[in-house]
């Protein structure tokens, strides 16, 4: 699988990318991902990526031109090119399952007041959001996603069973977990947890995960 993130912060996404996971990932062959600079698409001397908006009001717009060369030349009829936008339909587990069908992703990445409506009505697949508040660009967006998809390639987590126990791998969050010290100060690991009992440990994780579903996203079991 392909990544390449379409931004003008490049530099935020150079740390993340080459560390932890998506690092060894990359290193290792199972992913490639590269943040790309858009400005090296803007044909004036200055590079220029945006502009004022049309009808007046605060902030700048970014502009077609450069997106619309970029994207001429990396979209492959294999591409997925996905805006990051705070109207996009909001990202999820399955979104980033579905996405392991896909050779060749372009996350693209606005900034400033926003993107040239234009972008989002021809030049794109899909818009994308991660939640209902807004960031000062979109690579930190990216990155989110980016992060998300690489983990459920087969290979890139330690253990394969790790992502199917995932919050949300099953519409619902996650189960507690705990490991050693058997007692921390009077806090103690639940007792079910050190019977060696298979069974009853995961009954124990299943109504844990419901409890703790029902408690905090109680609209995921209306789904």
Known sequence: MKIQILTLFPGICAGAIGESMLGRARERGLVEIEALDLRQWAED????????????????????????????????PKSKVVLMTPQGRVFNQTIARACGSVEHLILL????????????????????????????NGALAALVVTDAITRLIPGVLGDA??????????????????????????????????????????????????????????????E
């Open 45 to 76: 001397k200055h590079q220029v990526t945006d502009d004022m908006p049309y009808g007046g009001g605060p902030g700048m717009v970014m502009k077609i031109e450069p997106i619309h060369r970029a994207l001429e030349e990396l979209r492959t």
């Open 109 to 136: 990445c606005g900034h400033y007041e926003g993107v040239d409506q234009r972008v989002a009505d021809h030049l794109i697949d899909e818009e994308w959001s991660i939640g209902d508040y807004v960031l000062t």
């Open 161 to 222: 069973d790790s992502a199917a126990q995932d919050s949300f791998s099953e519409g619902i969050l996650d189960h507690p977990h705990y490991t050693r010290p058997e007692t921390f100060r009077e806090w103690k690991v639940p007792g079910v947890l050190l019977s060696g009992n298979h069974a009853a440990i995961a009954k124990w994780r299943r109504e844990r995960a419901m409890e703790l579903t029902r408690e905090r996203r109680p609209e995921l079991l209306k």
